[in-house]
Each structure stands twice: as structure tokens, then as C-alpha cells.
């Protein structure tokens, strides 16, 4: 049976959905995941293959780990006829929309000639997780893909549970990626971030997986940069008197069939409204082919004072992805402070960007939108500063420096000073 929440004290149930999407990996399997990537680390390529075994049920050996460039030739053969035109639409786009995303280095000079600058890095090698399991996600390698490309990064290297679909496969060829191994769960994040005699060790690890994979992202952080811990999917609606329930009903539906834990919210000023959407619901949820994790996420129905106090209580909720169904939605725009991406009117669905608009569809969850952006180019580049003094230059500043090197009782500080003047 499909949970709708229509709340009727909206405050107590805000307060709910936060706790309730906040990610906590303070859990029990937390310890399954440190044993599995200690036996990585120690055992190598013999340990994935086990795990692999173990979990995904898929026998191999550790040469079939790497999956060779026929089998990716053959992919090409065994997707849907007009998937290669959509898929190299969606990375123009993406490709497009990323590029103005790039930064510029910088450089000045100051009196007496201090040179001060920032320089941009690209990563060398970034591995990207795209999970198995529910369903095929050839979006989300060119979600993450694509960011790395554009900033320069010179190794892609992808990761997934076997058997690893032709879809993914013709992805990740038509994005650039380096190399793709059948390898899922807290094992493969281990071997990116350690390294095996055939997976290689990345300076990063970006996308998206289950508890396991979130955990274990958490515990090899230090060792390999992360993105984030992605935690269930969340949409919110924000709709007035005049938008469509057919609209809405079916845009939460589409949040709701991501996974068991994920969270759908409408909030409107109109009774109406509410009452048409859960009618809506109710009767296109039946007809659809996940209505089994369907029924096992959550939509909930909040009323709002307002359009005000809607985006109010969004801004609480701070949504992975926020539609805005409102008479002139571009008005209340700057108001929207807390979300990792908005959709502006009743045409802008979220599965738009999911696939195809431009903006990477990998989104700060679990409330973490009042802190996190969206993966962008930025999230593969590194920041260098550079500093250039003369002797006049650092004879100019001399004293200041021994001042403040002396308050905070660093006279070695002072000294490395002092001598260019003895």
C-alpha cells in the first residue's frame, strides 16, 4: 500500500522529514565494510573476486575483472535502436552546459614586484562508481563522466556490480572513460581507493550507490577524495491554486520510484490542490512498473500558509531537487536559498534533468543542500596558490611577520625572516 502523509500539523511533520533524510552511517554495517576493505587492501585482485562471488553472485577470474574493448564494441550492438542518437544529445548538452563552468587561473603583480597567483590542477585519475542493482544508470555515467572531462581530468576509471549493462558500457565509451570493472559495492570503492594488481588507485571517488558504498566512501576518505554521501533521493513541489495535480502527481511518483527510502513532498496553499493530487496519485501509481518500490517510499501532502511559507519550509527541508508549479515561478527564485537544483514551471520536470538538459544530476541529498552544490567541474580541480616575494618586497612586510610570528610564540617563524637580513 502506498504511504501518503497528508500532514495536518505541518511543522511537526517538517521536523519529521528532516530526521528522516538525514543520512546517519552510524551503523551496524559499518564494521562488515572495514573487514571487506581490509581484505582488499591485503589480498588484492583474490578478494574482489570473492566478494563478487559473495554478493553479486557473478564467477570470475581476476583478468575478466578488466572488461576488454571487444565487449564494449559489442555493447554497440545490443542497445535499443535510437539510444546513441539521445545519449550523444544528452552529452552535448551536458558537455556544453560544464564548460562554462571552467575557471581561470590567475596571476598579479604588486608593488615592489609580489607576484600572487592561483593555478588549476586537474586530477590525475578519478574513479567513478555507477551502480547496478534496480536499474541501469547510463545517466549517471555521463553525469559524472563529463564534469571530469571538461576539468581535465586525464584517467576515468568506472566501476560497477556485474553484470554490467550495454547501456553503461556504450556510456562510458561515448563519454571518454579510460577503463570499466565489473566490480560493485564497498570492495570496488576499496580497490579505487587502494588500488589491486589490475584496478588502479584514484585520487577521487564520485557517484552514487547503496548503504555499503556511502559507508565505505566514508571510511577510505583521507586515503582518496570523495564527492559526497549520497543518501535517498528526495524531490519537493511547491504548487499554487492554478497548477496541474496530473503534473505533480506524476513528477512525485517519479521521485517516488528511485528506492524504498525515497522521499516525495508536495507543499501548497491550496486545499484543492492537495486534495486533487492524492486522487491523482492513487490512481496512476497502479498502472506503473515499480509500483512495488512505489509503495514502499513515502509521498507526503504538507499544507502552507502561503507560497511565503511554502518556500520557507522548503528552505528547512533543503531538497535535492525543488519544482516550483507557481504563476511566475522566476520571481520567487532568489528566495529559494536551500536546493540542490530547481525546475522553473509546470514543463521542467525533474526527469528533464535527469537525463538530458545539461546540469549533472548528481545533487547534494539528505538536507545537505544548505551546504553542498551540485558535481560540477570544480570537484576536479585542485587550487594552487603561488606566492613570489623580492628582498624589498619581503623586507616591506619584515616586521609584521616577526610581530606576528612572536604573538603566537613561533620564533623559528621569526628567524626564517630574520636571516635573509642578517
Not at 540542490?340 to 534533468?353: L, Q
Request: net charge negative; charged share 20%; aromatic share 6%.
Amino acid at each position: 500500500m502506498l504511504t501518503i502523509v497528508a500532514a495536518e500539523k505541518t511543522e511537526a511533520e517538517v521536523a519529521r522529514l528532516i530526521e528522516r533524510k538525514s543520512l546517519s552511517l552510524d551503523r551496524p554495517e559499518a564494521k562488515a565494510v572495514a573487514e571487506i576493505i581490509a581484505a582488499v587492501r591485503a589480498r588484492g585482485d583474490r578478494a574482489l573476486v570473492e566478494f563478487t562471488k559473495q554478493f553479486d553472485g557473478v564467477e570470475l577470474t581476476p583478468a575478466e575483472l578488466k572488461i576488454s574493448d571487444a565487449v564494449i564494441k559489442q555493447a554497440y550492438q545490443q542497445v535499443k535502436d535510437g539510444f546513441l542518437a539521445s545519449l550523444t544529445k544528452a552529452v552535448q548538452n551536458i558537455t556544453a552546459y560544464h564548460k562554462k563552468q571552467k575557471s581561470d587561473e590567475w596571476f598579479e603583480t604588486l608593488p615592489l614586484d609580489v607576484v600572487l597567483g592561483q593555478r588549476l590542477i586537474p586530477l590525475e585519475r578519478v574513479g567513478l562508481y555507477v551502480p547496478g542493482g534496480r536499474a541501469t544508470y547510463p545517466s549517471s555515467v555521463l553525469m559524472n563522466a563529463i564534469p571530469a572531462k571538461v576539468a581535465g581530468v586525464k584517467e576515468l576509471v568506472l566501476v560497477s556490480p556485474p553484470p554490467v549493462s550495454p547501456y553503461v558500457l556504450v556510456a562510458a565509451a561515448e563519454a571518454g572513460v579510460s577503463a570499466v570493472y565489473q566490480a560493485g559495492g564497498a570492495q570496488a570503492v576499496a580497490a579505487l581507493a587502494y588500488g589491486t594488481e589490475t584496478v588502479p588507485r584514484v585520487d577521487k571517488i564520485v557517484g552514487p550507490g547503496n548503504l555499503y558504498v556511502a559507508l565505505a566512501k566514508q571510511a577510505v576518505f583521507g586515503a582518496v577524495g570523495i564527492e559526497s554521501l549520497a543518501g535517498p533521493s528526495d524531490v519537493v513541489i511547491i504548487a499554487d491554486q492554478d497548477a496541474d495535480a496530473e503534473f505533480i502527481a506524476a513528477d512525485l511518483l517519479a521521485q517516488a520510484e528511485h528506492d524504498p527510502s525515497s522521499t516525495a513532498v508536495l507543499i501548497s496553499n491550496s486545499p484543492r490542490v492537495i486534495e486533487r493530487v492524492e486522487k491523482e496519485v492513487n490512481k496512476q501509481a497502479p498502472k506503473l512498473s515499480r509500483k512495488k518500490i512505489i509503495e514502499a517510499a513515502e509521498i507526503v501532502l504538507l499544507p502552507a500558509e502561503s507560497i511565503g511559507h511554502a518556500i520557507e519550509l522548503s528552505n528547512r527541508l533543503a531538497p535535492e531537487h525543488l519544482e516550483l508549479e507557481v504563476g511566475a515561478p522566476q520571481r520567487v527564485l532568489e528566495q529559494i536559498r536551500n536546493a540542490g537544483a530547481v525546475f522553473i514551471g509546470p514543463h521542467s520536470p525533474v526527469a528533464v534533468g535527469d537525463y538530458i538538459a545539461g546540469p549533472s544530476h548528481v545533487l547534494p541529498t539528505g538536507g545537505t543542500a544548505r551546504f553542498a552544490s551540485p558535481l560540477g567541474v570544480y570537484d576536479f580541480v585542485k587550487h594552487q596558490s603561488i606566492i613570489g616575494y623580492t628582498k624589498p618586497a619581503l623586507k616591506n612586510v619584515w616586521k609584521d611577520v616577526r610581530l606576528l610570528a612572536e604573538i603566537e610564540g613561533l620564533d623559528a617563524h621569526a628567524r626564517s625572516i630574520d636571516v635573509r637580513f642578517s
